[in-house]
């Protein structure tokens, strides 16, 4: 089974997603980001998600993780839960 390891940063609103996407993209480091702004419990681990299987995560989330370039931030993108933008370090 596909596995994959990633970080995000989870928001309410796109426009916020758009802002730390902006600040990321100038640099601002992702970790730094999600401990401050993100409204998941991985916020106390810099947003960091450690491994998981294809399916675990929900349908848009694990589009993402599986199938976009690694090591680049993409987002923002819509859940159930908000919006996030995420970073995936590596699958398998």
């Known amino acids: ?3 994959a390891s990633a970080y995000h940063i989870l928001v309410k ?3 916020e997603a758009e ?3 902006q600040q990321l993209a100038r640099g601002a ?3 730094q980001l999600a401990k401050k702004h993100s409204i998941c419990p991985s916020r106390k681990r810099g947003g960091d ?3 998981f299987n294809r399916g675990d ?3 848009a989330f694990d589009e993402v993780v599986f199938k976009k370039a690694l090591f680049e931030v993409h987002g923002p993108v ?3 839960f908000g919006f996030h933008l995420i970073k995936t370090v ?3």
Do not use: A, D, I
């Open 1 to 3: 089974m596909p596995r």
């Open 13 to 15: 609103t796109k426009e």
């Open 78 to 80: 819509k859940t159930k």
């Open 57 to 59: 995560m929900v349908k």
């Open 29 to 31: 480091n992702f970790q």
């Open 90 to 92: 590596y699958r398998s």
């Open 19 to 21: 802002k730390l996407k």
């Open 49 to 51: 998600l450690g491994e």
